[in-house]
Nanobody, 129 residues
């Protein structure tokens, strides 16, 4: 079972910025990763899509709630992605998970966590007012 490694979470104040990082083990063949993304789970809520990138062409998708504030940066030749989070809001408080899919997901499936094969352990982001 491949486990992704996340880092960069922590405490922030509203309006601050944070950068999350995610990488797969170096020995993994990166051609296995077709779509790479982030999900988050706020307290008492289901896990929700945040952003994703298709490695083949660099196309990115964002949840409406983070558009214009978050940027997914992808190392399309490698095994790492980052999530630059700006203008943080208290409602961004959640555990953030990176996830990679071995399938070339159609756009309608990009948002579904069940279509991702590899997951990180999660990193907590807490934003205070």
């Amino acid at each position: 079972q491949v486990r992704l490694t996340e880092s960069g979470g922590g405490l922030a104040q509203a309006g601050d910025s944070l950068r999350l990082s995610c990488s797969a083990p170096a020995h993994i063949d990166t051609s296995n990763f077709k779509v790479m993304g982030w999900f988050r789970q706020a307290p008492g809520k289901e896990r929700a899509f945040v952003a994703a990138i298709r490695r083949s062409n660099g196309y990115r998708w964002y949840a409406d709630s983070v558009k214009g504030r978050f940027t997914l940066v992808g190392d399309t030749l490698g095994n790492a992605i980052w999530l630059d989070m700006n203008s943080l809001k208290t409602e961004d408080t959640a555990v953030y998970y990176c996830a990679f899919s071995g399938r070339n997901l159609v756009e309608g499936r990009i948002y579904h966590d069940s279509d991702y094969d590899y997951w990180g352990q999660g990193t907590q982001v807490t934003v205070s007012s």
